[in-house]
């Protein structure tokens, strides 16, 4: 079997989609996309299809270290996210090719299912508390809510206390029972975040996420290891060399590897297990498409560190598609009392509508993360 060609596809509202055919007629499907960076990922795919086109699709891990160390600079988002999508669907060619879900080609399923989180937004407590309301209401047992606005290196306390009062609002509405996820999202500078932290853990929450970016972990080592609340973050993180220190520091307790950003299935795989030597949890990222909500899930089945997945049905980003608009039978993500089941169809699992794909296509997609600033016109971290 020889990979003849590989095509992408950019579509609403924000996504990336790579289809590799062979010659043998099997085709795979990868989501290889940065937000906001989809046709620069696009034009790495590209380039790296020299490497790929004529290769067998089934000799993954060659193609991945290749692909990885062939073009001597390596690493980052823009070269991880292209390499993800491409391994993404080479694992759903050769699960195809041999008629099994990629889970069993990874050593077989530990669980049947996994617990998954809703997003929920709104500008004021009571709006956030409705959505969690509504979240509860579908089935789902935890929420993630960003934790604040803007915020300067020192801000003032009125901007603590409504975080605080926005998680009042969640906590009082969903009860001890409901997990919550509080995300920073880089916004938090240090001096801030360990204001935050502390106030914060009265709520018992499920994590905080992104405390400070990844790159200023270290300035908030002591923090992270004495608080009690579990502290998660790796969406911006893009490889096994990149979790390393971060993983041994023992001050994360969950780890957020995206396998449409993190070099697919393939090195998500080798950094959860680094992970697991360390007893430190999995929730994969994944605020985007079917086909990486297809890969998460099969890694989710093999990962025994793996606690709850991330994804995208109903996010505020999703404006004009959503999660289930590409896929030709929705029912394969079966949501059912705040788990959904690992889909057991050959490769990912699921069945792209390719002709909804090209439609799509047609209209693309150019989605750029807003840029905020703070009130004296100097930039702030969304």
Not at 13 to 27: C, M, S, Y
Not at 42 to 51: G, H, I, K, R
Not at 177 to 194: L, Q, S, T
């Amino acid at each position: 079997m020889k990979i003849t060609k590989l095509t992408t596809y950019s579509v609403p509202p924000r996504w990336l989609f790579l289809k590799i055919e062979t010659d043998e007629g099997i085709v795979g499907w990868g989501e290889p996309v940065l937000e906001g960076r989809a046709a620069t990922v696009a034009a790495a795919v590209e380039e790296l299809s020299d490497y790929v086109i004529g290769k067998d699709p089934r000799n993954i891990e060659d193609i991945w270290t290749v692909l990885y160390r062939a073009g001597f600079y390596r690493g980052g988002g823009i070269h991880m996210s292209a390499l993800a999508g491409i391994d993404q669907a080479l694992w759903d060619i050769k699960g195809k090719a041999l008629g099994v879900p990629v889970h069993e080609l990874l050593g077989g399923k530990v669980r049947d299912k996994i617990r998954v989180y809703s997003w929920i937004g709104g500008d004021r407590p009571s709006d956030t508390a409705a959505a969690a309301r509504d979240a509860v209401d579908r089935g789902f047992t935890a929420v993630k809510m960003n934790g604040t606005e803007e915020l300067q290196f020192i801000d003032t306390w009125d901007k603590v206390e409504k975080c605080i009062a926005n998680v009042t609002a969640v906590r009082e509405a969903v009860g001890t029972n409901v997990g919550i996820g509080v995300d920073f999202h880089g916004r938090v500078h240090k001096p801030m975040a360990k204001v935050l932290i502390k106030e914060l853990e009265p709520f018992k929450l499920m994590f905080i996420e992104e405390p400070v970016l990844s790159e200023n972990v270290s300035s908030l080592l002591d923090v992270m290891r004495n608080t009690p609340t579990p502290i998660a973050l790796g969406e911006r993180l893009f490889s096994r060399w990149d979790f390393k220190d971060i993983i041994s520091s023992g001050a994360v307790d969950i780890i957020q590897p995206d396998p449409s950003h993190c070099g697919g299935i393939t090195e998500t795989r080798k950094v959860a297990a680094m992970a697991e030597a360390y007893d430190v949890a999995v929730a994969l990222h994944c605020p985007l498409g079917p086909i990486a909500l297809a890969a998460c899930l099969q890694l989710d089945a093999n990962l025994y560190n793996a606690f709850i997945q991330e994804q995208s049905l109903g996010i505020h980003y999703n404006k004009s598609n959503d999660l289930l608009d590409y896929v030709v039978d929705p029912s394969v993500f079966a949501y059912n009392d705040g788990m959904v089941s690992i889909p057991d169809g050959p490769g990912l699992g699921i069945e792209v509508n390719e002709e909804y794909v090209i439609e799509r296509a047609k209209e693309g997609a150019r989605w750029r993360n807003p840029v905020w600033r703070h009130a004296d016109g100097s930039f702030a971290e969304w």
